[in-house]
């Protein structure tokens, strides 16, 4: 997998699916997108706190 996050890659297969035409753009869809975009933005933040934290400890040693 690459560097994204599970969130993101799931948006991105919907995404592929959608201009596949094996899913329809309706409004439940876009709420699973919505969804999965707020995921996305709080794997991201707890990401960048875990990097923050690591350089800390590294600079502590």
């Known amino acids: 997998m690459s560097g994204k996050s599970l969130p993101a890659y799931l ?3 919907l995404e ?8 329809v753009y309706d ?3 876009q ?3 919505e969804r ?12 960048a706190n875990i990097r923050q934290k690591r350089l800390q400890q590294e600079k502590q040693k």
């Open 31 to 33: 709420g699973i997108f």
């Open 11 to 13: 948006q991105q297969v």
């Open 36 to 47: 999965l975009g707020q995921l996305n933005d709080k794997v991201e933040q707890l990401k």
């Open 16 to 23: 592929n699916h959608l201009e596949q035409s094996d899913l």
């Open 27 to 29: 409004d439940e869809l």
